[in-house]
């Protein structure tokens, strides 16, 4: 296919869209809870982490379900939503697009003139999470189509209850308030140097 149609592919995703959050948000807690003995030298090895858990927990995750079929060949996998939407699961580079090696499988996936062998017809997309500025969590997670180095149209993926409210404890009294600061005032011999 030659235009990638956000509106269709956004209609085809739409049903999948928990299933597609908790595949990228429990691949990054597991990735939190691994014992790892020592902090990672390279982003890179996180993200092959997170990519990695990723792709078994979407394998696991679409398993059973008859409008997705899984396409396990050049070292990724991918999946096919309702014949129409091809998707694989990437971590956002700089520029909003999946991070990756380039390699012949790669520049076949991104080119949009070109079909990939048994899955003719369908719309390419990535499904990429971006990371906070610390890289500490997932900022959002977003549908995007790109053709070669070129993002066509992206749109983002949000969980009906994404907002979560935070409690702070509520001071009753002066009492429980804790210490007080007192400011001292500069005595006059230092008020007098400072001058100087």
Request: glycine share 4%; charged share 30%; with cysteine.
């Amino acid at each position: 296919m030659s235009l990638i149609d956000q509106e269709a592919v956004q209609a085809t995703l739409e049903a999948f869209e928990p299933a597609i959050l908790a595949v990228v948000h429990g691949a990054w807690q597991e990735f939190k809870q691994l014992p790892l003995t020592a902090p990672l030298e390279f982003a890179r090895t996180r993200a092959c982490f997170v990519q990695d858990i990723m792709v078994r927990l979407a394998k696991a995750q679409f398993a059973d379900e008859p409008r997705v079929r899984t396409i396990i060949r050049d070292e990724t996998v991918k999946f096919v939503f309702d014949d129409k939407v091809l998707v694989r699961f990437k971590k956002a580079d700089a520029s909003g697009l999946g991070s990756n090696i380039t390699t012949q499988a790669i520049m076949q996936f991104v080119d949009q003139q070109r079909e990939l062998p048994g899955i003719p017809d369908v719309y390419k997309v990535e499904v990429l999470y971006h990371l906070n500025r610390l890289q500490t969590q997932i900022e959002h997670v977003m549908v995007v189509a790109r053709d070669g180095d070129r993002q066509l149209w992206e749109y983002a993926i949000a969980g009906k209850d994404t907002a979560q409210a935070v409690m702070f404890p509520v001071v009753q009294d002066d009492s429980q308030r804790g210490a007080k600061v007192k400011i001292r005032k500069p005595d006059a011999a230092n008020e007098k140097k400072q001058s100087e």
